[in-house]
């Protein structure tokens, strides 16, 4: 019966241990997502979907990417200062054509990297590439040679 109990404790603990996540800059991801959803409806933006149910759409756009942001951002966190200055930049953003041009501002030009993941992978295929033509260009020596 106690060999029971000891599985039971260790099941749970297994259980809480396999729980957290490994997501980055969930709080620079809200603040930025948050100053966009505010910044759209002086760009003439529509927030739908997400459909408001309760609120503003302003209030429901914030709501969802409190959620969506819980992954964190798809590029290495800056630091607060870099995120302030985006939001900032959002803030005072110029709209063109509906369009808010906060995406083009030196403040916020690290939004526009390549996801930490996809760079990796890049630089993998890129190192796998390269390898694959060094033994192409061997075997094309090694044919010569005969």
Known sequence: MGWLIGLGLAALLLSTASCGTSAVGVDSCKQIEEARCQHAPVCGVSLQPPYST????????????????????????????????????????????????????????????????????????????ASDAADASDAADDGGDE
């Open 54 to 129: 309760y609120g503003t759409d302003v209030d429901e756009c914030i709501r969802y990417y409190d959620t969506a942001c819980l992954h964190g951002l798809t590029v290495a966190d800056p630091g607060p200062a870099a995120v302030s200055a985006c939001v900032s930049a959002i803030q005072s953003s110029p709209c063109d054509a509906g369009s808010p041009l906060f995406e083009t501002d030196p403040a916020c030009e690290w939004l526009t990297q390549i996801p930490v993941a996809e760079a990796a992978a890049e630089v993998v295929e890129a190192g796998v590439d």
